[in-house]
């Protein structure tokens, strides 16, 4: 991943990179304004005067990186087609280290995220964040299926095949309810989300891959049947 805070431009940024450092060497438990400060080139009691909490300092690292993120969408930063776009979402969520890419997240970062999610279960303000990261990444989804789905058809126009009757899969999918790119979205969320969970709590990760083929296989059969308004 690029680094996100190679030239920080004010103080805020130069905390906000010593506490990514430090986050993604100690992770959240292990965690202090100390060892945040041990990061900082700057004095230590200069992050005392910005933040008034551990916790606090976080969520801003957090929201500034969502800023980012959102900001790279906005710029069509991610030069991949869209379908490789959704598998590549899916990998970097599964199996962060076997995606070389620029942007995809750093192992040690996403094992942290893990951490910080589950604040979210009793924390309000971790919660907000979350609810926030999740429409933002919703919307990224959803506009990847719509532009996937279009190319899908592109692809297919002309052709006799039905798609879900060629994989096996008519009785399963569609069924004349309309299938829509946010209920693609939101799956394939759904199921990178508990990768993520699974890859970070657990030693081995030799399934990521199947998972990430599975997908694939889903994307194959569903976005031909995708109605996009």
Same mark, same amino acid.
């Given at each position: 991943?690029?680094?996100?805070?190679?030239?920080?431009?004010?103080?805020?940024?130069?905390?906000?990179?010593?506490?990514?450092?430090?986050?993604?060497?100690?992770?959240?438990?292990?965690?202090?304004?100390? &060892?945040?400060?041990? =990061?900082?080139?700057? %004095?230590? @009691?200069?992050?005392?005067?910005?933040?008034?909490?551990? /916790?606090?300092? $976080?969520?801003?690292?957090?929201?500034?990186?969502?800023?980012?993120?959102?900001?790279?969408?906005?710029?069509?930063?991610?030069?991949?087609?869209?379908?490789?776009?959704?598998?590549?979402?899916?990998?970097?969520?599964?199996?962060?280290?076997?995606?070389?890419?620029?942007?995809?997240?750093?192992?040690?970062?996403?094992?942290?995220?893990?951490?910080?999610?589950?604040?979210?279960?009793?924390?309000?303000?971790?919660?907000?964040?979350?609810?926030?990261?999740?429409?933002?990444?919703?919307?990224?989804?959803?506009?990847?299926? &719509?532009?996937?789905? =279009?190319?899908?058809? %592109?692809? @297919?126009?002309?052709?006799?095949?039905?798609?879900?009757? /060629?994989?096996? $899969?008519?009785?399963?999918?569609?069924?004349?309810?309309?299938?829509?790119?946010?209920?693609?979205?939101?799956?394939?969320?759904?199921?990178?989300?508990?990768?993520?969970?699974?890859?970070?709590?657990?030693?081995?990760?030799?399934?990521?891959?199947?998972?990430?083929?599975?997908?694939?296989?889903?994307?194959?059969?569903?976005?031909?049947?995708?109605?996009?308004?």
């Amino acid at each position: 991943m690029n680094d996100p805070f190679s030239e920080p431009s004010d103080s805020r940024e130069e905390i906000l990179k010593a506490a990514y450092g430090a986050l993604c060497r100690y992770g959240y438990a292990d965690l202090t304004i100390q &060892r945040i400060g041990g =990061e900082f080139e700057k %004095s230590p @009691t200069l992050i005392y005067h910005h933040y008034g909490s551990k /916790d606090e300092l $976080l969520i801003d690292l957090l929201t500034y990186l969502l800023d980012d993120f959102e900001e790279a969408i906005s710029a069509g930063s991610f030069d991949l087609p869209p379908r490789q776009r959704l598998l590549a979402y899916v990998r970097a969520m599964c199996d962060p280290s076997e995606l070389n890419h620029e942007d995809a997240p750093d192992a040690p970062f996403l094992r942290a995220v893990v951490e910080l999610r589950t604040q979210a279960t009793h924390d309000p303000a971790y919660r907000e964040h979350f609810d926030r990261s999740d429409r933002v990444f919703g919307r990224f989804l959803e506009r990847s299926v &719509r532009e996937a789905a =279009e190319a899908s058809e %592109s692809s @297919t126009a002309g052709t006799d095949g039905d798609p879900a009757v /060629d994989a096996g $899969l008519d009785g399963g999918l569609g069924g004349g309810e309309v299938i829509t790119p946010s209920a693609v979205a939101g799956l394939i969320m759904t199921v990178a989300s508990g990768g993520t969970f699974r890859w970070a709590t657990t030693s081995e990760n030799d399934w990521a891959g199947d998972v990430v083929d599975e997908v694939a296989r889903y994307l194959d059969v569903v976005l031909p049947l995708v109605v996009v308004e």
